[in-house]
C-alpha cells in the first residue's frame, strides 16, 4: 500500500530526525511556488535541501525511522553489510563528528559467540593506534543494539576496487600490502593477531593510505582472555575466510600467529594483482586441502600470462623486481609457517625492495555524490512499479500540518542508495532494476484473461448442453392433458391415531 504524505510526515516526525515544529517552521519558510502538495514533493524537497539524506528518507518509507537514531548518532547512510551486522555513516549529534558504526544484527545478539566475538573486537581496536588501522573512537549501547563507533574512511575496499578496475599495478599492489603490513606489525607488537586479513578488509582512501578493518576474529594475547578464546575456538568451527586462511589456521585456529596474518597477506597480494585467489576449488573442502598441499602458485608466470609485463628497455628491469617479487611471496604463502618470514617486520623489509618509485597518494574519488544519491532517489519514487515494502501503512496523522493530500509515493522493496552499481548510471540502474507493472493493471493481460474465460463457458455450454432434458412446449402439454390418464389413483393413506388425540 503506497504512503500518503501524512503517513510520511508522521513516520518522520517520530523518527526523531525533525520535530513537528521543525518540519512546520520549515514548510513555512518555503516560497508558495515551491511548497509541496503531495508526498512525492515533500519526500524531493526534504532530500534536495538536504534536511534529509536519499537513504534517510528511504529508510522512513520503509517503516525503519527508529533506527535512525542511535543513541548520540544519526544514521546517514549505510557503508556495507556483513555476518555480523552492518556498517553505517553516521553522524554525532553535539560533536557534528561524522564517524562509522558497526552495528550487530538482532540475530547475532542471541548468538553467545558472536557477541564475545564483538566484544573481542572491541577490545582489539581499544589497544591499536596507527595510521594503517581504522581507529575506534567508542563502544555503546543503545537500548537492546550493539554498537561500536570507528573513524570514518571516505574511500573504497580493496576487493571492491578490484571488482570494478581489475588488478592492480604492481607498484600499486606492494604499496597497499606494505602499508597494511606496517599496519599488522604494530598490532603484533600490541598481542593482537588479525586471523582474517582479506583484500575485503582493506580499505584504501581518497588520498591512498590503507586501514586494516574488522578486527572481529582478532586474537588478544592476554593471560585474562585464555578461557574466551578456548570457548570460541574449542567447538571445532573454522574462523576466517578459507580463499585467504593458512593452513595451520584452518586445521586449530589456536595455532594462529603472526605467521598466519604473513600467508593471508602473501595471499592478498596475489589476488591484488590477478584479480582471484591462489587457490581454486568447487568446494570448500578443495580448497582447504590446496592450501596445505596443492603446489605454490608463481606471480611471475601469472603476470606474464596476463601480458603485464612492461615492454622496452624497462623489461629486464620489470623481470628483475617480478622474479625478486615472486620470491618474497612463495615465502610469505609458505606451506610450514617456520618456512615464511620470522615476522612481519622480515616482510616490510621484502617489499620495500619491490618498489621502484613512490606510488601516488592521490587515487580517483570513490565516494558516492550526493547528487548521484538524490538522483537515485527521485527516480525510484517516481516510478509506480516500486511499492513500499511496509504494507501495515500507519494511519496516525498526528503530525498537526496540514498538506493537500495527493499523489502516493511507493518504494522498491530491496532498494539501497549505497550500491555503487546503482549510483554510477541513474537512468541505467533504474531501467535495470524497473519491474513489469502488476499483472490486473496490464490491460493486455486482462484483455486475454476475458477471452479465455469467455471460450471456457462456451465450451462448457456446448459439452453440457447435448446431456440437457428437452423442454415441451405449451402445445405438447395441452395435447398431454387432454389424453386419459392410466395411471392408477393412489391409495389415500391412513393416519394412525396418536393416543394423545383421543377424547
Not at 570507528?150 to 576496487?161: C, T, W
Not at 615492454?311 to 625478486?324: C, E, N, Q, Y
Amino acid at each position: 500500500m503506497p504512503l500518503t504524505i501524512e503517513q510520511f510526515t508522521h513516520r518522520l516526525t517520530t523518527s526523531g530526525l525533525m520535530s513537528v515544529d521543525e518540519l512546520r517552521e520549515w514548510y513555512g519558510k518555503l516560497p508558495a511556488a515551491k511548497r509541496p502538495r503531495d508526498g512525492e514533493q515533500l519526500a524531493r524537497e526534504l532530500v534536495k535541501r538536504k534536511r534529509l539524506t536519499a537513504y534517510q528518507a528511504l529508510e522512513i518509507y520503509l517503516g525503519k525511522g527508529e533506527s535512525l537514531v542511535l543513541g548520540n548518532y544519526v544514521v546517514l547512510d549505510k557503508l556495507g553489510e556483513g555476518g555480523m551486522g552492518v556498517v553505517l555513516k553516521a553522524e554525532h549529534r553535539r560533536m557534528k563528528r561524522i564517524v562509522a558504526l558497526k552495528v550487530i544484527s538482532p540475530a547475532a545478539i542471541n548468538s553467545r559467540s558472536a557477541l564475545q566475538r564483538f566484544e573481542r573486537e572491541v577490545q582489539a581496536v581499544a589497544k591499536l593506534e596507527h595510521p594503517n588501522i581504522v581507529t575506534a573512537h567508542d563502544a555503546d549501547l543503545a537500548g537492546e543494539t550493539h554498537f561500536l563507533v570507528m573513524q570514518y574512511v571516505e574511500g573504497d575496499d580493496l576487493s571492491a576496487m578490484v571488482k570494478q578496475l581489475g588488478p592492480l599495478t604492481v607498484d600499486r599492489a606492494v604499496d597497499c600490502v606494505l602499508q597494511a603490513a606496517r599496519g599488522l606489525e604494530f598490532a603484533h607488537q600490541n598481542g593482537v593477531i588479525h586471523r582474517d586479513v582479506k583484500p575485503h578488509n582493506l580499505l584504501l582512501s581518497k588520498e591512498g593510505v590503507v586501514k586494516i578493518l574488522d578486527l572481529g576474529l582478532a586474537r588478544v594475547e592476554d593471560p585474562l582472555s585464555s578461557d574466551r578464546e578456548s570457548t570460541l575456538t574449542s567447538t571445532g568451527t573454522v574462523l576466517g575466510t578459507i580463499d585467504y586462511m593458512s593452513p595451520e589456521q584452518a586445521e586449530d585456529t589456536k595455532m594462529a600467529d603472526e605467521r598466519s596474518d604473513i600467508y593471508s597477506l602473501g595471499c592478498t597480494l596475489f589476488y591484488l594483482l590477478t584479480g582471484r585467489a591462489p587457490y581454486s576449488g568447487e568446494t570448500m573442502m578443495k580448497r582447504l586441502i590446496a592450501h596445505r598441499e596443492a603446489a605454490l602458485p608463481s606471480l611471475s608466470v601469472e603476470l606474464e600470462a596476463r601480458g603485464r609485463e612492461v615492454r622496452g628497455a624497462a623489461t629486464i628491469t620489470l623481470d628483475a623486481r617480478l622474479s625478486t617479487l615472486d620470491t618474497v611471496f612463495r615465502q610469505m604463502i609458505a606451506k610450514n609457517p617456520a618456512d615464511r618470514q620470522a615476522s612481519m617486520g622480515a616482510v616490510i623489509a621484502d617489499l620495500q625492495r619491490c618498489l621502484t618509485a613512490p606510488v601516488p597518494k592521490v587515487t580517483r574519488d570513490l565516494a558516492v555524490s550526493e547528487d548521484s544519491k538524490l538522483n537515485d532517489f527521485l527516480a525510484r519514487i517516481s516510478d509506480p512499479s516500486f511499492a513500499t515494502a511496509d504494507e501495515g501503512v500507519d494511519s496516525a496523522t498526528s503530525s498537526g500540518i496540514a498538506f493537500d493530500n495527493a499523489q502516493t509515493v511507493q518504494f522498491q522493496r530491496d532498494g539501497s542508495d549505497t550500491d555503487p552499481s546503482t549510483l554510477t548510471n541513474v537512468s541505467e540502474a533504474v531501467k535495470l532494476r524497473r519491474k513489469k507493472p502488476a499483472w490486473w493493471r496490464d490491460p493486455v493481460r486482462i484483455g486475454i484473461l476475458v477471452i479465455a474465460a469467455l471460450m471456457m463457458y462456451a465450451v462448457w455450454w456446448l459439452a453440457t448442453s447435448s446431456s440437457r432434458p428437452t423442454v415441451p412446449t405449451n402445445h405438447e402439454n395441452k395435447k398431454r392433458d387432454t389424453k386419459p390418464s392410466k395411471r392408477k389413483p393412489a391409495a389415500a393413506s391412513v393416519r394412525p391415531i396418536d393416543s394423545s388425540m383421543r377424547v
